[in-house]
């Protein structure tokens, strides 16, 4: 307990040595320690890598952990699935009286920044304040409702005021491919360039143009999207660049802005640029280079500025080899690019994107959305053209098909999973030398979920493939939950 004790110390004098204007010293810090272990169930603190650098017996003893050894080291999420903690290493913003759940268990957490001695966030810390909210049941009721009706607020005051809805933080990821494409969004969050995200439908390229703009200079000014795809090829100049009053028969006699002038000094994202026919890339290309454009049928030039952030699925290379894509467009668009990865190529992000995806459907209803490994496993097995959009489809109809109040397993998966489009399951890294008996029980169960993705949860032909009987795998499996 001393040796837990000393690391709160440590990390909570990094977390006040920022604010010493308050007049806090070193002693009245070391006095507060044992005051929130006492008044606490628990306290934890993560790095800027969001790894576990210190956590204390009690914590370690309420998430079920022989030891708080056994978790230093390891990535906040893998132990504690639905915490925050990101989030605050992220911001460097605090959450107050937040509730968590974990592994059927509700606590109320407090998390807080803690900084270096140049204020640049290190890490976070948090203090489990309640482990037992029986008594705090109708604060809790009420705390959920306000959360909806504010979430509810939320998106609507985002669609009237051509705002955002997505962060940094929604596009769920901790693969290599994923911190890639965070760390490239970050790097165009800070400089106001052209961006031009490329990637398969349904990779998360809106998603990762608002969280662009939310956290750039421009955040205080409109988000404004245009899916060129979407719209008739004779509409989009009126759709881009507005309409005089009278331009042609039919027109309205007001003034009609364009997408231009509604996101001046704010955003303008183009889904899918590549679709976009000759003649409009020529006016767009002049719109970007000059800051001004002239609305149709009108001779009055309008001056704006916006940041433009293009998205496409189509290889826009070799649209230009063919001629349907200006190159002088592309180079303007393309300052700075992000791939986005399909999701078959980081398939290591199942397990977080299943959770993040869960938590938003089940958000207002009676289902707490849970999924077993071997569901993820199942996941694991497809080759995914519609990436996370299908996901979450998958996802959606296993819960309205299940019967399980929100508990997903293999067999759930598989009753929604698309037959065509399965892929064989990647092999097994090299491992280090472990123990024999920990190694054997881990090819076992490897053996059990490769066998119910093959026979497509079938338990009965999993068995016959496995060389053991149906109440032999019903017994494995049990184990293994």
């Not at 837990?4 to 010293?25: D, E, I, P, V």
């Not at 404004?224 to 660049?241: H, R, T």
């Not at 995806?357 to 207002?364: K, M, P």
């Amino acid at each position: 307990m001393q040796d837990n004790l000393s690391g709160g110390n440590r990390y909570m004098t990094q977390l006040f040595a920022h604010n010493k204007k308050n007049g806090l010293t070193r002693e009245l810090i070391e006095a507060l320690i044992p005051m929130f272990e006492e008044a606490s169930a628990g306290a934890i603190a993560v790095g800027r890598d969001n790894r576990i650098t210190w956590i204390n017996a009690s914590y370690s003893d309420l998430l079920g952990f022989k030891s708080p050894s056994s978790v230093i080291g390891r990535f906040v999420r893998d132990v504690i699935p639905h915490t925050r903690m990101p989030e605050v290493v992220e911001t460097g913003k605090p959450l107050l009286l937040d509730i968590m759940e974990h592994q059927n268990q509700q606590f109320v957490v407090s998390r807080l920044p803690f900084f270096d001695e140049e204020g640049e966030i290190v890490g976070a810390v948090a203090f489990v304040l309640y482990d037992d909210l029986q008594p705090l049941t109708p604060l809790v009721s009420k705390f959920r409702r306000l959360h909806q009706d504010l979430a509810a607020a939320r998106k609507a005051l985002a669609k009237k005021t051509r705002g955002t809805r997505y962060s940094l933080g929604d596009f769920v990821g901790a693969s290599p491919a994923s911190l890639e494409v965070k760390r490239r969004a970050r790097l165009a969050a800070g400089r106001d360039m052209p961006v031009l995200l490329l990637g398969e439908t349904g990779t998360g390229k809106e998603v990762l143009a608002q969280a662009i703009h939310t956290v750039s200079g421009r955040a205080e000014k409109p988000f404004v999207g245009v899916n060129v795809a979407a719209i008739p090829d004779n509409l989009l100049e009126a759709e881009f660049f507005g309409v005089a009053p009278g331009a042609y028969t039919g027109a309205d006699r007001r003034t009609r802005d364009g997408k231009f002038q509604l996101a001046n000094g704010g955003t303008l994202f183009l889904d899918e640029v590549g679709d976009m026919p000759l003649p409009l890339q020529a006016k767009l290309l002049r719109a970007l280079q000059e800051g001004e454009i002239e609305p149709l049928g009108s001779n009055k030039v309008v001056s704006v500025d916006v940041r433009v952030i293009a998205a496409t699925s189509r290889n826009l290379e070799a649209m230009m080899a063919e001629g349907s894509f200006r190159s002088d467009l592309y180079y303007r668009l393309n300052v700075l690019e992000i791939p986005i990865p399909p999701l078959r190529e980081r398939l290591a992000d199942l397990g977080v994107l299943c959770e993040a995806l869960l938590e938003d459907i089940c958000d207002g209803l009676e289902l707490r959305g849970e999924i077993t490994d071997a569901a993820v496993s199942a996941l694991g097995g497809y080759d995914w053209p519609g990436n996370i959009r299908e996901l979450r489809n998958v996802l959606e109809r296993a819960l309205t098909m299940g019967e399980d109040n929100g508990l997903l397993d293999a067999d759930a998966i598989f009753k929604v999973l698309p037959r065509n489009g399965s892929r064989p399951q990647s092999s097994l890294s090299p491992r280090p030398v472990r123990p024999l008996a920990q190694v054997m029980a881990e090819a076992e169960a490897q053996a059990i979920e490769s066998a119910l993705v093959a026979c497509r949860g079938n338990r009965t032909r999993a068995a016959k493939l496995l060389g053991i009987s149906r109440s032999v795998l019903y017994e494995k499996l049990a184990r293994m939950s």
